[in-house]
């Protein structure tokens, strides 16, 4: 059964190739069954040139295939399920087969993190989300005033993080994923993507996301 859903930031993964094994030791440390969401990672070069001649559709469909790239990629260093889910009723049936599960994106227009709050509310898992950063600040993390903000709730996050669905322009968190992780009260983490971080997501650093309309 799937208790953890991890959605993984694309960089993770493409900045890190040499060290896919760590990264998988890492999601398997618990012994549980999870589920990973893979983002595009550098992979988003392709999406960024595709919009040069094709448009927003087009755009989401390149990033899609990106994301699943990247979750093919990862596959072959963990103990996991052999088939990237592509519709919402593939995740449960991967998921029943005890596995680990890795896919990429679903739907255009739906971010990585979109698409983990969608698998965790399938599956009724707790949401993890890694990232590039360690948690959500209460305004630009790269301001020298900017506070780490423990614990926000959904109404908050939706006035610090204006929604952006401008394929491969999702940085931190976009409002489908909010709005997903509200209307299924989800019990979310969004923390730095260390391989440390993910052998011990409970208990480390990052922002507790409290579903609150």
Do not use: W
């Not at 190739?17 to 890492?26: G, Q």
């Not at 990672?41 to 994301?67: C, H, M, R």
């Not at 489908?176 to 299924?184: C, D, F, N, P």
């Amino acid at each position: 059964m799937v208790e953890k859903v991890f959605a993984l930031s694309g960089s993770i993964i493409t900045g890190n190739l040499e060290k896919l094994d760590e990264i998988a030791e890492a999601l398997e440390k618990s012994g549980e069954q999870v589920l990973v969401v893979t983002g595009a990672g550098d992979l988003k070069k392709y999406i960024y040139a595709s919009g040069e001649y094709g448009n927003q559709g087009e755009q989401d469909l390149v990033g899609i295939a990106a994301t699943r790239l990247n979750a093919r990629t990862l596959m072959t260093a963990l103990d996991a399920y052999p088939d990237v889910p592509e519709t919402a009723e593939e995740i449960r049936i991967a998921s029943s087969t005890g596995k680990n599960v890795v896919m990429g994106g679903l739907t255009p227009g739906h971010s990585t993190d979109a698409v983990a709050a969608i698998a965790a509310e399938i599956l009724e898992a707790d949401l993890y989300i890694a990232t590039s950063i360690d948690g959500i600040y209460d305004r630009d993390p790269e301001e020298p005033d900017a506070e780490l903000l423990k614990e926000v709730d959904t109404k908050t996050l939706k006035q610090i993080i204006s929604g952006n669905n401008e394929a491969g322009k999702h940085e931190l968190i976009d409002s489908t994923a909010i709005e997903i992780i509200e209307r299924s009260g989800l019990k979310v983490k969004v923390f730095e993507g260390s391989t440390e971080n993910l052998e011990r997501p409970k208990k480390c650093k990052g922002s507790i996301i409290v579903p609150r309309p």
